[in-house]
């Protein structure tokens, strides 16, 4: 356990990208965010206290995709970059893995409680003083600070648990192995949606968050088996 630890105390050195990156991510997400429904409400002269303007400003997505992108590449760079140092102070590969999870697992719960901090500044200024709507959305559960907070762990989780596969590919197989795993589950997607097109519809409409939940639970087990399985062999390089 101790060395499980020293994996993770080794990923949380990076404090700058750990930490700083995702709240600028955020911050800049925001500002874009507030600028473009300044605009909206100046281009078409209704205020933000028009039901109408909040029906539409709760559609926003922009906080749901501004983090996997730089979250993936976390996932990736964590093992791509450290596991050669962690083996190479006598840590094993089982080790390393356990205290990845746990790095990503602290980061997760890190990125889930700046959510909920900037969701808590949002409700408290009334939508920022002028009606602007950015994490009271209904992608993020409309202001119910449980499921912003689940939504936030779990999908930071599994993003970063995602890069760590394509990482630990990466180390086994060199350049080509992401590629071409990418290609296989671009192609596996696509074929699986072109079997569920008949009932593509009545899958999105049964949606649940416990769904969402569960898909996101079952992908990160099968990350982790695919990571362990990568790196049984994985050469230091």
């Known amino acids: 356990m101790n060395r499980v630890i020293k994996v993770t105390k080794l990923h949380l050195n ?18 874009i965010s507030i600028i473009i429904q300044l605009a909206i409400q100046r281009s078409t002269g209704v205020g933000p206290s028009s039901p109408e303007y909040a029906e539409n400003a709760r559609w926003n997505q922009a906080i749901l995709w501004s983090l996997p992108g730089f979250l993936v590449y976390y996932g990736v760079q964590a093992i791509a970059t450290t596991y050669p140092f962690g083996l190479a102070l006598g840590v094993t590969r089982r080790n390393f893995i356990l205290g990845t999870a746990l790095a990503n697992a602290v980061q997760a719960a890190y ?7 900037l ?12 009606g602007l709507y950015v994490l009271d959305v209904y992608v993020t559960g409309s202001g119910d600070p449980v499921i912003l907070g689940l939504a936030g762990f779990l999908g930071t989780l599994s993003c970063l648990t995602i890069g760590g596969l394509f990482g630990a590919v990466w180390v086994r197989f060199g350049p080509k192995g992401p590629a071409i795993m990418g290609l296989a589950l671009g192609l596996v997607l696509a074929i699986g949606l072109l079997l569920l097109a008949p009932q593509l519809g009545e899958i999105v409409a049964g949606i649940t968050g416990a769904w969402l939940a569960l898909v996101a639970v079952l992908v990160m087990v099968v990350c982790l088996i695919g990571t362990w399985f990568a790196m049984r062999r994985a050469s230091v390089r």
Do not use: D, R, S
């Open 14 to 31: 990076k404090i700058g990208t750990y930490a700083v990156t995702p709240l600028m991510i955020l911050a800049v997400v925001m500002v």
């Open 119 to 130: 969701l808590g500044l949002e409700l408290a200024t009334n939508h920022w003083f002028m």
């Open 111 to 117: 990125v889930a409680v700046l959510l909920l901090v």
